[in-house]
């Protein structure tokens, strides 16, 4: 019995790659030498691209399904910061060798996620070299309303969304940092594996919102980069940080800080909003299904963070990701 001939780079494009778009607006997809899409009226194009490295970004050992949503869900999450629909998805993919297997999840991972949020895979490349994915994902936001960094003012009040830093206690877990019982590593690692972007959070934050960040990078830096764009200074009551179950019960206070704060890979929204909209917030996310919490106002300054913790003021070192630090 002779073996099957294995697969090229084409071979891979039609076999997990190449589902056809059921967006109207793609009018070329997945196939030729680029896309073609249909721009609604009075919308701008919102683009973000991010790459994921073996051993940058994640371990060798993650499932290849989580992988697979994970790299979306980071673009998707940009997107959701910037009040934007996603729609549109380029994928460039580098394989160290074909494993079909592999193959098979990521791309399920991949289609779940985009399936759900109506996001359609118009191209892309594949090449050999050390695994390494990048995602270009396209999206449209009526005009004048996307969410910036640089909107937030003086006595704004600052929100996040969801529940942070269990994305970092599970990769503390993992780099032998500490030990998790079994449940708690099970409900971690789904944050860590697969975050929810916050598309839904960002419509109803457009009117609302002065300013917006995914924190992926981790609250602390993020936070920065609003006050610094708008010229702000912030203070955060670390009482009010919202902590999962699972956090409190495997680490003490101090590390649940530590996490919230600097853990990053949350993939939630930090938002600030106007005094004059703080009653409007609770309409404009309800819809979403999304939690969030008030933790800290905004005061002038060139963004410095002051913490306090049972209204005395609490130190910790910034150590938010950065990729060449």
């Known amino acids: 019995m002779s073996s099957q001939p294995p697969l090229g780079e084409f071979d891979i494009i039609e076999k997990f790659f190449q589902r056809s778009a059921s967006r109207p607006d793609v009018l070329l997809g997945v196939g030729d030498d680029a896309a073609l899409v249909t721009i609604p009226e009075n919308n701008q194009i919102a683009i973000s691209t991010d790459t994921l490295v073996e051993g940058v970004h994640f371990f060798s050992d993650i ?33 160290p060798e074909i494993d079909e297997a592999w193959l098979a ?13 109506n996001v359609a895979l118009i191209g892309g490349d594949t090449t050999k070299g050390p695994l390494s994915i990048t995602v270009t994902v396209h999206g449209v936001v009526p005009n004048g309303k996307a969410l910036r960094r640089d909107g937030a003012k003086p006595g704004d009040w600052v929100y996040v969304t969801g529940n942070i830093g269990d994305s970092g206690l599970a990769l503390a877990h993992l780099q032998n940092k500490i030990s998790l019982s079994p449940q708690q ?18 419509y109803g934050l457009r009117d609302i919102a002065s300013a917006t960040i995914d924190i992926s990078d981790g609250l602390y830096n993020d936070l920065q980069h609003i006050l610094r764009k ?4 912030a203070t955060l ?20 800080i530590a ?17 004059s909209n703080k009653g409007s917030v609770d309409t404009s996310l309800s819809y979403s299904g999304v939690p969030y919490t008030c933790i800290g106002q905004l005061a002038p300054g060139h963004g410095e963070i002051k913490l306090k913790y049972q209204d005395k003021p609490y130190q910790i070192e910034p150590t938010g990701w950065d990729h060449f630090n």
């Open 259 to 275: 996490l919230a704060l600097n853990g990053g890979e949350d993939y939630e929204l930090c938002f600030t909003v106007p005094e």
């Open 237 to 256: 009551k670390l009482d009010n940080l919202p902590l999962s179950e699972t956090m409190n019960e495997a680490v003490g206070v101090d590390q649940s």
């Open 63 to 95: 499932p290849p399904r989580a992988l697979g949503h994970k790299a979306l869900a980071v673009n998707l999450s940009d997107m959701a910061a910037m009040g934007a629909e996603p729609r549109w998805v380029t994928l460039a993919i580098t394989l």
């Open 185 to 202: 590593l099970e409900l971690s690692l789904k944050q860590h594996y697969y975050p929810q972007p916050r598309v839904l959070a960002g």
């Open 230 to 233: 708008s010229h702000c200074s």
């Open 105 to 117: 999840q990521f791309s399920k991972g991949f289609y779940d996620l985009a399936e759900y949020f």
